[in-house]
């Protein structure tokens, strides 16, 4: 079993968070410390901590991920123009909570990516 997270204190409506999206299995909400004016956090409800986690059985799930990722770019405006989906994993991919998350970020010029 996972150990608790702030995710899912968020999850439990046990911590505020700016939600922008809810349902019974996805919760999006504004990163605390955005990168861009767009940065929200898609975060299934199921506990699985890092990508290397997914069982093939959840694949439908992170489908949903990305496509309530596209919908909400739509409903911020910024889908036209372009963002950017990230999933960190582990140490070396900078994951900094341990429970599952998608970075939807965007609403301005990004950076090309480096391995640095």
């Given at each position: 079993?996972?150990?608790?997270?702030?995710?899912s204190?968020?999850?439990?409506h046990?911590l505020?968070?700016d939600l922008v999206y809810e349902?019974d299995a996805?919760?999006?909400?504004r990163d605390i410390?955005p990168q861009?004016?767009?940065?929200v956090?898609?975060?299934?409800?199921?506990?699985?901590a890092?990508?290397?986690?997914i069982?093939?059985?959840?694949?439908?799930?992170?489908g949903?991920?990305?496509l309530?990722?596209?919908q909400?770019?739509?409903?911020?405006?910024?889908a036209?123009d372009?963002?950017?989906?990230v999933i960190n994993?582990?140490?070396?991919?900078?994951q900094e909570v341990?429970?599952?998350?998608?970075?939807l970020?965007?609403?301005?010029?990004l950076r090309g990516?480096?391995?640095?």
């Amino acid at each position: 079993m996972m150990s608790e997270t702030i995710f899912s204190k968020i999850i439990n409506h046990e911590l505020p968070a700016d939600l922008v999206y809810e349902d019974d299995a996805i919760i999006a909400f504004r990163d605390i410390n955005p990168q861009a004016p767009v940065h929200v956090l898609i975060v299934p409800k199921v506990a699985i901590a890092t990508v290397n986690d997914i069982k093939p059985e959840q694949a439908e799930l992170i489908g949903k991920m990305v496509l309530t990722a596209q919908q909400i770019a739509a409903d911020e405006g910024i889908a036209e123009d372009g963002y950017r989906l990230v999933i960190n994993c582990n140490r070396h991919g900078c994951q900094e909570v341990f429970h599952l998350h998608m970075h939807l970020v965007g609403g301005r010029q990004l950076r090309g990516i480096s391995a640095g």
